[in-house]
């Protein structure tokens, strides 16, 4: 199996090291792993791409490339020149620092990558681990996604629908904020959403009086709705959650014909 593999943290985050690891796992001793991630940290990001200026691509090693653009762009820059004379089988993004539940999923650079993966043809899975009290004292913040990550991937892989939608199938995966030993299993649920708890500003001065705002992210740890990703994952579970990028809102285009 040959894996392409982004983030939006950045190449030298510690979380793409540990999806490098899970991806090793996964391609076997005959397959092949690449990566390419953005220079600099791109979280936050969205599916954006670098569509009014070019990105700088540089080799750093063997199958190894940072490109000075969004994970959408390093995706775009992995099939279409690093890896364009032999396409990759499967697109990872991430591991996140932070899930990527909820309204989350919405801003993630990480599920940009993904989602960019899933435009292009290609099977994509995105891959965030949650921090909380129970977890961020460990040694290794990152060991449930590491321990757990190549097993999952692996059923989801044997689970995915042969298709031929237009808007591919691609994948939210977020690790619950607990230790690896302590995950309680796997669960297929939908998007939740945090009620109350919604992106701001926070204000601040600079030393010669200039005003700046910087994005303020709401509470991480109100539960969603019973059954969705965040309440799933705060209960100890993994969450799946399968998306695509169709945006229509089906449930409301009867009642909007109504203007026809």
Known sequence: ?????????????????????????????????????????QSGVGHCISYTHPMMIAKLGERRFAA???????????????????PPDLVLSGVNRGNNSAENALYSGTLGGAMEAALQGLPAIALSQYFGPRNLGLENTFETAERHGADLIRRILDAMPQEEADYRLFYNVNFPPVPASDVLGFRVVPQ??????????????????????????????????????????????????????DLTAHDALEELKAIE
């Open 1 to 41: 199996m040959r894996i392409l593999l982004t983030n939006d943290d950045g190449i030298n985050a510690p979380g793409l090291s540990v999806l490098e690891a899970i991806a090793t796992q996964l391609a076997g001793p005959d397959g092949e792993v690449w990566t390419v991630a953005p220079a600099f940290e």
């Open 68 to 86: 000075e653009g969004s994970p959408a762009d390093c995706v775009l820059a992995g099939l279409h020149d690093v890896m364009k004379d032999n």
């Open 192 to 245: 939740g959403f945090r009620r109350g708890s919604r992106y701001s500003v926070e204000p601040h001065s600079s030393p010669s009086g200039r005003r700046f705002l910087w994005i303020k992210g709401g509470y991480q740890h109100h539960p969603t709705a019973p059954g969705t990703d965040a309440a799933v994952n705060l209960d100890g579970y993994v969450s799946i959650t399968p998306m695509r990028a």
